[in-house]
């Protein structure tokens, strides 16, 4: 059974502190991404990798970094949280055509 | 600029009944048209999807509709069943995805 792991279900942090979200996938996927989810605002896309080492900004890129140095595992970095970053992050993979995302459970963020 | 809408937050149906989620977009570019649906505390699954050369998808219960000239697509569930109760995205691409608000779908027995 196809795998997209995110290390942690929730997380709560303090403002201020950096914060790492992990990501792991096992369908050897080039493309990876990471969502945010809130209400009333869907997905949007923070950023993406298309092949290690690779990265793009996606909608929402302000105060997040990434980092993709093995093909399967994807990081999300809030170098500095704030309350408003308080969401569910999303962290997906794709084969290269993009058609379908595969989705993993999402990480329940509270920056408090 | 939200490219995909999701204009109803909410949708109620009765078990047996027909469910209907509609979604617009505006972006004329998008080639392939998707739903994914979500349960609380989980992430989005891949419901059904459709090709913009198509006009209708059909799998089990679930069919997808397009409408492009009206940029419109719909997804119909026949039966609804109270398992079906979940949050469904619209999502649209040609290479970059774009989601919807999303509808929260309650079915009740």
């Known amino acids: 059974d196809v795998k997209v792991t995110q290390s942690s279900r929730y997380l709560v942090k303090r403002t201020g502190e950096k914060v790492f979200l992990e990501c792991v996938q096992d369908m050897d996927h080039e493309n990876m991404f990471w969502y945010r989810q809130d209400p009333g605002l869907g997905l949007r896309l923070i950023y993406f990798s298309y092949d290690v080492k690779m990265k793009e900004k996606g909608d929402i890129p302000e105060g997040y970094s990434v980092s993709r140095e093995k093909k399967e595992r994807f990081s999300l970095i809030l170098e500095s949280a704030s309350t408003n970053q308080t969401s569910m992050y999303l962290c997906?993979?794709?084969?290269?055509?993009?058609?379908?995302?595969?989705f993993g459970s999402g990480t329940q963020l509270s920056v408090l | 600029d939200q490219q995909v809408k999701q204009n109803s937050p909410s949708l109620s149906v009765q078990e047996g009944r027909i469910s209907i989620l509609n979604c617009d977009y505006t972006?004329?570019?998008?080639?392939?048209f998707l739903w994914y649906k979500k349960y609380p505390a989980e992430g989005p699954t891949f419901l059904i999807s459709?090709?913009?050369?198509?006009d209708k998808n059909e799998d089990g219960r679930f069919t997808v509709f397009l409408n492009k000239s009206a940029k419109h697509l719909s997804l119909h569930i026949v039966p609804s069943q109270p398992g079906d109760s979940a949050v469904y995205f619209c999502a649209a691409t040609n290479n970059d995805m774009r989601f919807g608000a999303g509808t929260r779908l309650t079915v009740k027995p």
């Open positions: 459709i090709s913009s050369i198509k």
């Open positions: 997906a993979s794709s084969p290269p055509d993009r058609k379908k995302l595969f």
């Open positions: 972006n004329s570019m998008f080639d392939y």
